[in-house]
């Protein structure tokens, strides 16, 4: 099993920055990315940023040029660095793990939410 933990978010002003932080633990071998989804108010969860196990990363339109997914692989973590937030990055953001079991199977693992308020 794979426990995914968020953590980092809070109140910012428009134009700030803040940066997440997921850790995770247990059976890591075979997980093949690692990612942000976010879920605005009356809105479907969309992805933010996803890296996969080469490094290659993949960002949602609206937070292109905005945000960075990173990683540190000996601390089991990824990491979103947000900059120039806008209200509209206003949402609860979650980290997803997908471990490949097999070559028919992936599981999927998400953290309980980590809630992101851009507010003057």
């Known amino acids: 099993q794979v426990h995914v933990v968020e953590s980092g978010g809070g109140l910012a002003q428009p134009g700030g920055s803040l940066k997440l932080s997921c850790e995770a633990s247990?059976?890591?071998?075979?997980?093949?990315?690692m990612g942000w989804y976010r879920r605005a108010p009356g809105k479907e969860r969309e992805v933010v940023a996803v890296?996969?196990?080469?490094?290659?990363?993949n960002y949602g339109d609206s937070v292109k040029g905005r945000f960075t997914i990173s990683r540190d692989i000996t601390r089991n973590s990824v990491y979103l660095q947000m900059n120039s937030l806008k209200p509209e990055d206003t949402a609860v953001y979650y980290c997803?793990?997908?471990?490949?079991?097999?070559?028919?199977?992936?599981?999927?693992?998400w953290g309980q939410g980590t809630q992101v308020t851009v507010s003057s």
């Open positions: 997803n793990a997908k471990r490949r079991v097999n070559a028919f199977k992936e599981e999927d693992y």
């Open positions: 247990g059976i890591l071998f075979n997980i093949y990315t």
């Open positions: 890296i996969s196990r080469d490094g290659s990363q």
